[in-house]
């Protein structure tokens, strides 16, 4: 009997023959791989540098909506349990609001935002003067250091003299 070979045996036989003799055996996909494990352990240590005491940032107006309105639903609807219901009926509720019925909640939330700018300014001076705070020493360590080794070295090359 003879063996099927047809075009599309010889096209994968020349495109094995032209890759690199790495790639042939598999490691693409292990290479893949590791650069995704890479990226995760990269959001993970961002992720770890976030500082506890900073300040949340300020609900927008739909959420100050929304707020409201699951008190409102839960008292209509007290056996739905479900979180995502009272999202998708609070959304449907807001999208049919006019822009007058939404005007309360965007002032409360344009107040929030003014609240919250103030309170992240003191943060960020807060941490700037910090930072400024731990540089100085270090600098001042550092520079220490550097005169006293310049000072037993000219010392050193003293005694030698003598």
């Keep these: 009997m003879k063996g099927a070979k047809g075009k599309g045996a010889t096209r994968k036989e020349t495109k094995e023959a032209l890759k690199p003799v790495e790639d042939r055996v598999g490691k693409r996909k292990a290479a893949i791989k590791a650069d995704k494990s890479n990226k995760r352990r990269a959001k993970k240590e961002k992720a770890a540098t976030k500082d506890p005491n900073k300040p949340k940032r300020p609900p927008s107006a739909f959420f ?30 807001w999208k049919s609001m006019s822009a007058t019925e939404k005007a309360p909640y965007e002032a409360k939330a344009a107040k ?33 250091i550097h005169d006293d080794d310049e000072e037993e070295s000219e010392e050193e090359e003293e005694e030698d003299d003598d």
């Design 64 to 93: 100050v909506f929304l707020e409201e309105f699951r008190i409102t639903y839960k008292q209509e609807h007290p056996n739905v349990k479900a979180v995502s219901a009272v999202g998708k009926a609070g959304g449907e509720k």
């Design 112 to 144: 929030k935002k003014a609240e919250y700018e103030k309170i992240i300014s003191a943060y960020n001076k807060k941490q700037e003067s910090a930072a400024d705070d731990g540089d100085e020493e270090s600098d001042r360590s550092k520079s220490e």
